[in-house]
């Protein structure tokens, strides 16, 4: 596709259920990252992926949360267990690591509420 | 630690005038410095960044930015502000060095421009 396509756009769950979120980067980047971004805050890094392995992953906040990037396009972050303060916009970015092309390029991200 | 800040959580300014979103940085070697714009239930689009040689980068939407490498400063300027550029700025950073680096954000300046 033309841009970085999340889904779904707003996810409702319950405390205590597991969600999934969905990635699709731009044909051809091989670097995919997630950030977590909370009400006026600014994007907090959760992982970065360089093709199919997570090249790092520091910035999860615990082992309630994983993410898989299996064929190196589509990248799913997992939560489980859901926490009200897992409540965020979960923003998904790629880029193409090589030359001058360093900037990231942003989905629209996934609202995620838990109540 | 790379860090960014932001000084300012609103800015306000008159459609017209001059407008400038302040940003300093924290980061060990040379940096990699970026501007991003999120709208109202929007990602993040690129604007523009820093990466080597002129300090004065010009980006989308007539805004740029001026690298000031003693002042590790990357404020965002326009000339002359539109009621449309009314949004949430953020400014990132990443060291220069290497492959992959982690992308650092600020906590976001909202600019307000009044007709």
């Known amino acids: 596709g033309a841009g970085v396509s999340q889904t779904p756009s707003n996810k409702v769950t319950e405390k205590g259920k597991y969600v999934e979120l969905r990635c699709d980067p731009i044909?051809?980047?091989?670097?995919l990252y997630w950030y977590r971004q909370s009400l006026g805050q600014g994007p907090e890094f959760l992982i970065y992926?360089?093709?199919?392995?997570?090249?790092?992953d520091s910035g999860l906040p615990n082992d309630r949360f994983f993410a898989v990037r299996p064929e190196g396009s589509v990248s799913t972050l997992k939560i489980q267990r859901t926490e009200r303060g897992d409540s965020a916009v979960y923003l998904c970015?790629?880029?193409?690591?090589?030359?001058?092309?360093?900037?990231?390029?942003f989905g629209q991200g996934t609202r995620l509420t838990v109540v | 630690a790379q860090s960014v800040a932001q000084p300012e959580d609103q800015v306000n300014v008159a459609e017209g005038n001059p407008l400038t979103v302040k940003c300093t940085y924290s980061?060990?070697?040379?940096?990699?410095l970026f501007w991003y714009v999120q709208y109202p239930n929007r990602g993040l689009q690129f604007l523009l960044k820093?990466?080597?040689?002129?300090?004065l980068v010009k980006g989308s939407y007539g805004f740029e930015a001026e690298f000031n490498k003693s002042q590790t400063s990357f404020h965002l300027k326009k000339p002359s502000a539109l009621v449309s550029d009314s949004a949430l700025y953020f400014c990132?950073?990443?060291?220069?060095?290497?492959?992959?680096?982690?992308?650092?954000f600020g906590t976001g300046t909202k600019l307000q421009v009044i007709p």
């Open positions: 970015a790629s880029n193409f690591l090589g030359g001058s092309n360093t900037e990231a390029f």
């Open positions: 044909s051809g980047h091989t670097a």
């Open positions: 992926f360089q093709g199919t392995g997570a090249a790092d």
């Open positions: 980061v060990s070697g040379n940096p990699y």
């Open positions: 820093y990466i080597t040689g002129d300090n």
């Open positions: 990132a950073v990443r060291e220069s060095s290497g492959g992959y680096q982690k992308v650092t």
